[in-house]
């Protein structure tokens, strides 16, 4: 974390009214980091967040200042999602957003795209080991995806 950022705040999503700036905050990270993904993809996948996945989820979102800078989607002890604003990248939004899933949301899963080798690194230097493979998403995309659960303590 960098030394002039605060520890960001975590609080549950506000609702439905807070979807539009949670997909800007997905935009942003999507797009500095899932490289490998289709045009085709994101845009599918964008046109759902509202309607399809943030519903579908437990959101909590990570802010400074009042401005959301990251969110996290929690269900049945999966992380289903997490993002991080591009220009938060680095300043402990998502150490912040995994530790509150962990031990508020008890959190003991999370599949990772293999080819954000980021995020894996992330995930495997928080306590997270493999368990499996697969060769498709959870959507049945071509985007392998490793599949990681809590290290036992």
Do not use: K
Request: aromatic letters at 8%; a negative charge; charged letters at 25%.
């Amino acid at each position: 974390m960098r030394d002039t950022e605060p520890r960001p705040t975590i609080r549950p999503c506000a609702g439905p009214e807070e979807y539009p700036a949670l997909v800007e905050i997905w935009r942003s990270a999507v797009r500095a980091t899932h490289h490998f993904l289709a045009d085709s993809d994101f845009a599918r996948i964008e046109g759902a967040l509202a309607t399809g996945y943030f519903p579908a989820v437990a959101l909590i979102v990570a802010e400074r200042d009042g401005r959301a800078l990251g969110f996290a989607g929690v269900s049945d002890g999966n992380l289903e999602m997490l993002f991080v604003a591009d220009a938060a990248r680095g300043t402990g939004v998502g150490t912040a957003l995994l530790e509150e899933a962990v031990t508020r949301h008890g959190v003991v899963r999370v599949d990772v795209n293999e080819q954000n080798p980021e995020a894996l690194a992330f995930y495997l230097a928080r306590g997270f080991a493999p368990q499996g493979r697969s060769e498709r998403d959870g959507d049945g995309r071509p985007y392998p995806v490793r599949h990681l659960a809590r290290a036992e303590r």
